[in-house]
C-alpha cells in the first residue's frame, strides 16, 4: 500500500526567507504526487503536481517541487514566503484506482 | 465559474443519530470523492464514484457509513448511529472525465458528534 510522510509538522519561517516542506512516499508502482495547499476555513486547493517528465515541477504562487525518485522524495519549496502563505500544507500521492493518499500535514507560520 | 459545493457546513448531532451530508460536484464532472479529515491529521479516503457506481469504497470504516450519487452528480454520504469518533471534517471533491489527476475540493463539512 502507498504512504505519504511529511516529515515536519509545524514550519515556523519569517517573511521574505525560504521554506522547504519535505515529503516521503512509498511506492512499488508508478506514482503521481501532488502539493495541495488549505487555507484557513477553506477548501483543498491544488499547488503542483507531478505525473511525468521533468522532476522539477513549478506551481502557483511561486512555489516548485522536485521529484527524487532514488531518494522516493517530492519537497515543496518557495524562495521567499509571504504572510498570506500561512496555510496548512499536504502532500498526497496517486497510485492505481485515482483515490489520493495524503501525508499528515505541515503548518506553515510566516512571521512578520 | 461555481466549484464544489458541500451542505450543510457545519453538523451537530448527537451519539446514536443518523446524518445526511450533501456533495454537489463541479457540473460536468464525472467522477466524485469522499474523504475524511479528523482534528491535525490529513485527509483521509473514504469512498470514489464514477458516473453512478461506487468504484472504490475501501476507505469506508464500517458498515455505519455508506454514500450514493443516483443520478450521477449530487452525492449523499450517510452514516448510521453515529458515534463520538466520527467527528471529523468531511470533505468531497470531483475531476472532470479524463483528467482524474486534479481533484477539486469542495470546503467539506464539520460534524460534531456528542
Known amino acids: 500500500a502507498q504512504s505519504v510522510t511529511q516529515l515536519d509538522s509545524q514550519v515556523p519561517v519569517f517573511e521574505e526567507a525560504p521554506v522547504e516542506l519535505r515529503c516521503n512516499y512509498s511506492?512499488?508502482?508508478?506514482?503521481?504526487l501532488f502539493w495541495y495547499v488549505q487555507y484557513p476555513n477553506q477548501g483543498l486547493q491544488l499547488l503542483l503536481k507531478?505525473?511525468?517528465?521533468?522532476?522539477l515541477v513549478k506551481g502557483i504562487n511561486g512555489f516548485e517541487a522536485e521529484f527524487n525518485k532514488s531518494q522516493t522524495s517530492f519537497h515543496l519549496r518557495k524562495p521567499s514566503v509571504h504572510i498570506s502563505d500561512t496555510a496548512e500544507y499536504f502532500c498526497a500521492g496517486q497510485a492505481a484506482g485515482n483515490k489520493l493518499t495524503f501525508g499528515g500535514g505541515t503548518r506553515v507560520l510566516v512571521k512578520p | 465559474g461555481a466549484g464544489v459545493s458541500q451542505t450543510p457546513s457545519n453538523k451537530v448531532t448527537e451519539k446514536g443519530k443518523y446524518v445526511e451530508l450533501r456533495c454537489d460536484p463541479i457540473s460536468g464532472h464525472t467522477a466524485l470523492y469522499w474523504y475524511r479529515q479528523s482534528l491535525g491529521q490529513g485527509p483521509e479516503f473514504l469512498i470514489y464514484f464514477q458516473g453512478t457506481g461506487a468504484a472504490d469504497d475501501s476507505g469506508l470504516p464500517n458498515d455505519r457509513f455508506f454514500a450514493v450519487r443516483p443520478e450521477g452528480s449530487v452525492s449523499t454520504l450517510k452514516i448510521q448511529r453515529t458515534e463520538r469518533g466520527d467527528s471529523a471534517v468531511y470533505l468531497c471533491?470531483?475531476?472532470?472525465?479524463?483528467?482524474?489527476?486534479?481533484?477539486?475540493f469542495g470546503p467539506g463539512t464539520r460534524l460534531t458528534v456528542l
Open positions: 511506492s512499488s508502482v508508478s506514482v503521481y
Open positions: 507531478y505525473l511525468s517528465g521533468s522532476t
Open positions: 471533491a470531483s475531476s472532470p472525465q479524463g483528467d482524474y489527476n486534479e481533484q477539486f
